[in-house]
């Protein structure tokens, strides 16, 4: 007999998120489970228990009336919590070691980046100019990590390694071995104080909407080797106010900044992010969430749910992460 059935409800539209792809890896491992492909399959909505899904339409989902637990397919959940008429059922989100190793790769990368003076670097080489610069160590520069949760605290251990001074800051008290944990409103400014290079890592909430904004890139640190501080938000768009960020990459306020995430995206071609010469600019590719590897943690949830096990990485409607 077949088990409960799962509706697969996935818009987005990259490569990475083509439905027929995940469509293909469920079936795969729920063999013995309906896996309907919405908007376009056949189905009776009162036989969907599970659904799977990637920024949904709002309203979507209300139309289950037999729903048990929805699973975000990515880590932030901030486009499911935008449903108004979420049903209230459990929702799960991805924490998993491929997603995790993935983001630690583009953290390091772009810290090495602003740290071994690639943008100067890559322009000397267009012009054929032969001109080192002064090379500082690691341990000359602060790199702070704002959200110490699943993702950051792994790219704060990553760079700790690498030798950078590594701080970062949570909602509640983290300690992590080598980094220096602040914590909360209280413990803002002096992280932000001791920073050299900012790295965000939040979940797009109501707290942390515009987050990123000229008043806090002005009580970043001002005396490290790289001249000016420096913002990498791999988070979500919502958490920075644009047109500050590019005031103040004008204005000498912030140094350069590398940016995976935007208020709209596509990032429209008219966007002066395009073209900014320091602006590290990359399509929300950050870490990607793999088909291969997110049906199976799924698949495994749902088995030990119908188990009688407990779900893991159950969202907070509180909290909103
Ligand atoms: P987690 O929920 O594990 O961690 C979130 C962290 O942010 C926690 O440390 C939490 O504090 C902290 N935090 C939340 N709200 C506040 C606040 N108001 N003040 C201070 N700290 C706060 O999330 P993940 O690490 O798994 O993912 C983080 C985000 O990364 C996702 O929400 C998503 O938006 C983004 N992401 C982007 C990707 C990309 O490709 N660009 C890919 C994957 C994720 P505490 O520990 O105290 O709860
Ligand atoms: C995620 C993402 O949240 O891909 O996982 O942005």
Redesign the pocket.
């Known amino acids: 007999m077949n088990k409960a059935a799962l509706a697969l409800l996935v818009h987005g539209g990259t490569e990475n998120w083509s439905p027929e792809r995940w469509k293909r890896r469920f079936d795969e491992v729920c063999p013995d489970r309906r896996v309907f492909q919405l908007p376009d399959a056949e189905y009776d909505p009162a036989e969907i228990h599970y659904a799977a899904v990637w920024k949904p339409v709002p309203g979507e989902l209300a139309a289950f009336p037999n729903l048990r637990v929805i699973f975000n397919l990515?880590?932030?959940v901030?486009a499911v919590m935008a449903d108004k008429s979420l049903p209230n059922v459990p929702l799960v989100r991805v924490?998993v070691d491929d997603?995790t190793g993935r983001?630690t790769e583009y953290v390091v990368l772009h810290v090495l980046m602003h740290h071994r003076q690639e943008l100067y670097l890559r322009a000397c080489q267009r012009e054929k100019i032969w001109a080192p610069r002064f090379q500082w160590p690691a341990g000359a520069i602060s790199v702070g990590v704002?959200?110490?949760?699943?993702?950051?605290a792994d790219a704060a251990e990553a760079l700790r390694r690498l030798g950078f001074r590594v701080a970062g800051?949570?909602?509640?008290l983290?300690q992590i071995e080598g980094v220096e944990c602040f914590?909360?409103k209280p413990g803002l400014d002096a992280f932000l104080r001791r920073t050299d290079i900012l790295v965000c890592?939040?979940?797009?909430?109501v707290?942390?909407r515009q987050i990123l904004n000229r008043g806090l890139f002005a009580k970043l640190g001002r005396d490290s080797p790289l001249g000016a501080p420096v913002l990498i938000n791999?988070?979500?768009g919502g958490l920075q106010n644009e047109a500050d960020i590019l005031q103040c990459l004008d204005d000498g306020t912030l140094g350069a900044a590398s940016l995976?995430?935007f208020a709209q995206e596509p990032l429209p071609t008219d966007s002066p992010f395009w073209s900014h010469p320091r602006v590290i600019l990359t399509p929300?590719?950050?870490?990607?969430t793999d088909p291969d590897e997110i049906s199976k943690y799924v698949a495994r949830q749902i088995e030990r749910f119908e188990a009688g096990g407990a779900l893991e990485n159950v969202v907070d409607r509180g909290?909103g992460?």
Not at 146 to 152: A, D, H
């Open positions: 990515g880590a932030g901030d924490s997603l983001m704002m959200g110490l949760g699943t993702l950051g800051w949570s909602r509640s983290k914590h909360g890592l939040l979940p797009l909430t707290q942390t791999a988070g979500r995976d995430v929300h590719n950050a870490a990607d909290r992460y």
